[in-house]
């Protein structure tokens, strides 16, 4: 734990990590995501902005939230409406940000009092010091903003791949029932591969818990010499 992965060397068949190397016969990714920050001026570094995806997240998220706080969340996902969802029960005001949102998950939030502001995003924030006082949407409206949630969703973390020359279209590209990649001795699961969708046969990031179990599996279970496959993935 604890230790960056640098390198792979597909020809030796070996992972560098800092100053030691170790060898494999079968290699798998599980990079997992990043989160994906939409681009906003005078928002980075601020000491009242913070993701949603780690437990390290939530901490900062509980430690930042009161009674007086004024909260703001872009992105009206699974991830965002689950901080507002929390936010709700603590916050002064919850207003949240996105292109699109569910007519009756809406309804629901709004009567709960969420406020939504579909169609819009924050371009830049007005700061004192390293603190987000308010918020400026596209349309030009303010609003304050005493904690700002950046749950807009994931990206696949796939640079260790890419270097490696492995085959990469957004996410690693895998067999979808062994989850192996372009190279037959390196496997990937998780967040950091395309699958496919089993409802409409879709190519795309499934970024689930369960996606990923079932995804680790059957890699697993390849790597190991057995036969245990996908089933299917869902989004």
């Known amino acids: 734990t604890d230790v960056e992965v640098t390198a792979i060397d597909r020809a030796k068949k070996t992972v560098k990590c800092g100053r030691k190397v170790y060898s494999y016969d079968k290699l798998c990714l599980c990079t997992g995501s990043v989160p994906f920050v939409p681009p906003m001026q005078n928002v980075s570094g601020k000491r009242n902005v913070c993701g949603f995806l780690t437990a390290a997240d939530a901490q900062t998220v509980h430690d930042l939230a009161s009674a007086n706080t004024r909260a703001v969340v872009i992105?009206?996902?699974?991830?965002?409406?689950?901080?507002?969802?929390?936010?709700?029960?603590?916050?002064?005001?919850?207003?949240?940000?996105?292109?699109?949102?569910?007519?009756?998950?809406?309804?629901?939030?709004?009567?709960?009092?969420?406020?939504?502001?579909?169609?819009?995003?924050?371009?830049?924030?007005?700061?004192s010091g390293k603190t987000?006082?308010?918020?400026?949407?596209?349309?030009?409206?303010?609003?304050?903003?005493?904690?700002?949630?950046?749950?807009?969703?994931?990206?696949?973390?796939?640079?260790?791949?890419?270097?490696a020359g492995l085959t990469v279209e957004r996410g690693i590209i895998t067999d979808p029932a062994t989850m192996q990649t372009s190279d037959p001795d390196i496997y990937a699961a998780g967040d950091c591969a395309v699958s496919v969708d089993m409802l409409d046969g879709s190519k795309k990031i499934l970024a689930l818990w369960p996606n990923a179990v079932a995804q680790g599996r059957a890699a697993g279970s390849q790597m190991a010499g057995g036969d245990l496959t996908v089933g299917g993935t869902y989004a």
């Open 132 to 163: 987000v006082q308010r918020v400026v949407l596209q349309n030009g409206k303010e609003l304050p903003c005493d904690l700002l949630v950046v749950a807009v969703g994931v990206r696949p973390a796939t640079a260790l791949a890419e270097a």
């Open 75 to 127: 992105g009206a996902g699974l991830i965002g409406m689950k901080a507002a969802e929390g936010l709700s029960k603590i916050c002064k005001s919850v207003d949240v940000l996105d292109e699109k949102s569910a007519k009756l998950v809406r309804r629901h939030l709004e009567h709960h009092g969420l406020r939504f502001h579909l169609g819009q995003t924050v371009t830049r924030a007005k700061c």
